[in-house]
Structure formats: structure tokens, C-alpha cells
């Protein structure tokens, strides 16, 4: 299979490395214990945590077209944690939430390597840190605050680099300061999805793919409704990232969709040794629709930028399974960044949808209080590695667990909702477009106008993390 057969290059590869085979549907009624719509991270996280708390559990996982198909499998491969968004953090859930999230954040991205050790999943995962980055005197200093609570609460994995560090790392001579920290990695996420796949298949869960609820009714058990089959379950885990606003109506003012747009070399492994990129770490600078960069296992370089384009209503279909709408503003960030390797060394491109909440975090709780239909969404383009976290919160809700996890401050549903159409959308194009100029101007060392710094304050924590 070559890569254009999928605009996703993560996707294509994986589909390659499988030798793929179309799934087979579910085309009969069953009953099972807990059945989870949706098998990206969240969907397969918390399955698998189900199953190894509770072996005896008949788990079954149901997905719309194959695992790892939406955000999971097409997303920039940046596992980073919650770190520099303590401050909006502790305005929100308070200063104990905040360390819990902060500490967890970080936990789960060596869990996810040592799992993926332990089960023998080859995903392309190296956790070689990260580079949180300026790129202009306007985000200077904006770091520092953060890592000193960090360090005065003892949980501070940050540190500031020097300019040799910084120009000897990252790739790019555009970086004039920079904090790294050893918590964070890279992976593939297409294959990293497949391995947890395989991991839950192991573990006895049931997956069937090409399976795409048409109606779930509610009750005790409830029923996932499918084109030639049910599943009738005690409890039902909705885990469709942000199709939720697709197939629950009372969730389209809880999230915007907005895209993250990625761009991809060819093999150029001479050329990433000359430029300086340290294997394995990923860069990200302090924009508030960031650019996120690494290198691949294979010698490519991966760049992307988040806040290109908000959905009008919300619609996540016309994001997916296409190239970007915003490849001459990729390629000139590309030429900004890696002038010594170029844009004529890119091979291809792809666009992706992030479930944006007002907060910039998940959120988890009961649909309509149903008491045994569970939800997590909204982790706002942040979710690689925060997707384990919502497997252990959702895994905990299941099992009737009084736990940290099934109490802490990402449960009790959305904290805040969005305009409504097309408010929302005019909003957020609005606000989109004063950040570019304000952005610009500040990448020229000019001062930008008050009403485009007014407006950028308008995104809010969200803005702070994008699709990677």
C-alpha cells in the first residue's frame, strides 16, 4: 500500500506494516458486560484498564470504521502532559487538583512506555523529553512563573536551557529560550493505537470494527443499536471524541471542532543530523495555536500547527480522511523554521479534528443521568498520553470505584458551553484571525494593536495546547 493511499501518513504506514485486512462487522445480537462506542485511546484505554482490574468482565468495543481511525490515528505523535497549563489549572479546579493532574499527567506518559514494553507494541515510542520554546521577545519569560510553582510544590520535571542546548536540539535556529523536560516523548500514533488494540484483544476484549451506532437507547441494560446487530449492555462507555456532537445533541455547545494540520518529509536522515534535531524529542513553541515538530523512527521530520479552522455546527466529518486547506501556511512555517532542509523535501499532508472545550481539558461524567452510560471528550488537542487518564477515570466510574480518579476535578460533565451557531463560529474565526496578526507582529519584534491582544485573550486556556 503506498502513502497515498491515506492523506494521513500514520495511517497509510500502519496499514502497510499490517498488511491490512478490512474488519469484519458485528452482524448479530449480543449481550455483553460493558460495551464501549468507539475505539480510539480513550475507548481502548479504558477497556483494557477494565479488563485488568476485572478479568471477568465481558468488555466489547464497537467502532464506526477501524481503531485508531479518527483523532487517535492521525495526530502529531506528541505525547506532552499538562504541565504548563498549571496556572489556568489551579484557577479552575484549585491548587490539589491541579498538582494531582500535573503529577498524573506526567505518570502516564512512562506508564504508556512501559506498557507498550511489556506488550511488545512497536509504535515508534522514544521518550526523549520536549522543548517548550520562544520564538520572539513577546514569549519570553512566559515559562518561568510556571516552573517556579512547579519547583516550590516539588513537582517540577522542568529546566532552562542554555542557547548551546537549545541550538544544539530543536533543529531550528528560530528558538531563543527554551525549558525541556525528560516527561514527555514522541510515538507513532496510528500504530501505537493498533498495539493497544492488539493489547485488548489479548486481554480477551471484543472488537468489532465497521460497527457505527445508529441509535443507543437508554435503560437497565442499555442498547447500542447497529446496521445488522446489537449489543445489549449493563453499562455503556461513549467514547467518540468529538463525533459525540454528532450523536448527542445536548454536547454541541460543550466543544468546538477545530483542525490541526500536519505536513511530512520524505526520509531525510542526512539532512536532520546537519540541522541539529535531537532524535525522538519533540519541540513546541509558546503561540497560542502552537507549531509542534519532531523527527520519525524513519528519518522524517513532522511539523504541524493547530487553530487553522474552527467547524461551522461542528462538523467533523469534512476534517477527516483529506490534505489540508492549509498547506502554503504549513510550507512557509516550514521554510521559517528548517530553511537548511525545505519545503521541497515534503512528501505529504493531512488535517485532523480536536474536540476543543472551554476549559482546554476533558470532561467525564453520565449522559442524561443515566447512571450506567458514561462519556469522556474535550481533551482540546492535548490527548496522547491524557487518554490513559481518561481510561483510569472512566474504568473507575464503571466499576463503582471510590477512587481519586472517579472524583477528581475533570468529572461532573462540561464546566462551561460555547455561543451557538453561528455566534460560535463567527466568534472563533474572529478571534483566530487577531491572533495571527498579533502573532505576526510579534514574530516582526512590533508592537501589535490593543484590539488584536484584547481578542487573543478571548482563546483562552484552551488556546494554549493544540493538536499535537
Not at 445480537?29 to 480510539?40: H, L, N
Not at 446487530?229 to 468529538?242: P, T, Y
Not at 466543544?255 to 535531537?278: C, F, Q, R, W, Y
Amino acid at each position: 500500500m503506498s502513502e497515498k493511499s491515506h492523506p494521513c501518513h500514520w495511517i497509510a504506514q500502519a496499514k502497510q506494516i499490517e498488511n491490512w485486512v478490512e474488519p469484519t462487522p458485528l452482524n448479530q445480537d449480543i449481550e455483553t458486560d460493558v460495551c464501549i462506542v468507539g475505539g480510539g485511546y480513550t475507548g481502548l484505554w479504558t477497556a483494557i484498564l477494565l479488563k485488568q482490574k476485572s478479568p471477568q468482565l465481558r468488555v466489547t468495543i464497537v467502532e464506526k470504521r477501524f481503531c485508531g481511525s479518527g483523532a487517535s490515528g492521525v495526530n502529531g505523535g506528541c505525547m506532552l502532559t499538562w504541565a504548563t497549563k498549571y496556572p489556568s489549572m489551579v484557577k479552575m479546579f484549585g491548587e490539589k487538583q491541579a498538582k494531582f493532574l500535573v503529577e498524573e499527567s506526567e505518570r502516564v506518559v512512562f506508564e504508556i512506555e512501559a506498557f507498550c514494553k511489556e506488550h511488545d507494541i512497536d509504535a515508534g515510542l522514544r521518550r526523549n523529553g520536549t522543548y517548550y520554546t520562544a520564538t520572539n521577545t513577546a514569549q519570553c519569560g512566559s515559562m518561568a512563573p510556571t516552573v517556579d510553582k512547579l519547583e516550590e510544590l516539588g513537582i517540577n520535571s522542568w529546566r532552562k536551557t542554555d542557547e548551546k542546548e537549545l541550538n544544539g536540539n530543536t533543529g531550528s535556529a528560530k528558538h531563543i529560550e527554551g525549558y525541556y523536560s525528560g516527561a514527555a516523548g514522541s510515538v507513532q500514533p496510528a500504530l501505537l493505537a493498533r498495539g493497544l488494540r492488539k493489547a485488548a484483544l489479548e486481554l480477551g476484549v471484543e472488537i468489532f470494527e465497521n460497527t457505527e451506532m445508529t441509535e443507543l437507547k437508554y435503560g437497565k441494560p442499555a442498547t447500542v443499536i447497529t446496521a445488522q446487530g446489537s449489543v445489549k449492555a449493563e453499562q455503556v462507555v461513549l467514547a467518540l471524541n468529538a463525533w459525540m456532537v454528532d450523536k448527542f445533541k445536548e454536547f454541541k455547545n460543550s466543544i468546538v471542532v477545530v483542525s490541526s494540520d500536519m505536513v511530512i518529509t520524505k526520509p531525510v536522515p542526512e539532512l536532520l543530523k546537519k540541522s541539529k534535531l535531537a532524535e525522538g524529542v519533540t519541540v513546541v513553541d509558546s503561540r497560542i495555536f502552537v507549531h509542534y515538530y519532531r523527527d520519525t523512527v524513519d528519518g522524517r521530520v513532522m511539523l504541524g500547527k493547530g487553530g487553522n479552522h474552527f467547524s461551522f455546527k461542528n462538523q467533523v466529518e469534512p476534517m477527516f480522511n483529506q490534505h489540508t486547506k492549509y498547506l502554503p501556511l504549513l510550507k512557509n512555517s516550514f521554510d521559517n523554521l528548517f530553511p537548511h532542509i525545505g519545503r521541497e523535501q515534503i512528501s505529504t499532508n493531512w488535517t485532523g479534528g480536536s474536540d476543543r472545550s472551554t476549559t482546554g481539558f476533558p470532561f467525564f461524567g453520565n449522559i442524561k443521568q443515566q447512571n450506567n452510560i458514561f462519556y469522556g471528550l474535550g481533551y482540546s488537542g492535548n490527548g496522547v498520553a491524557q487518554t490513559r487518564i481518561g481510561g483510569k477515570i472512566l474504568s473507575s466510574m464503571v466499576l463503582g470505584e471510590d477512587s481519586e480518579y472517579a472524583s477528581c476535578a475533570l468529572t461532573g460533565g462540561p464546566r462551561g458551553h460555547f455561543p451557538r451557531e453561528p455566534m460560535r463560529w463567527l466568534g472563533a474565526m474572529m478571534v483566530r484571525d487577531a491572533v495571527r496578526r498579533k502573532e505576526s507582529a510579534e514574530d516582526k519584534e512590533k508592537k501589535p494593536f490593543v484590539i488584536d491582544k484584547l481578542l487573543a485573550k478571548l482563546a483562552g486556556p484552551a488556546g494554549k495546547a493544540d493538536k499535537v
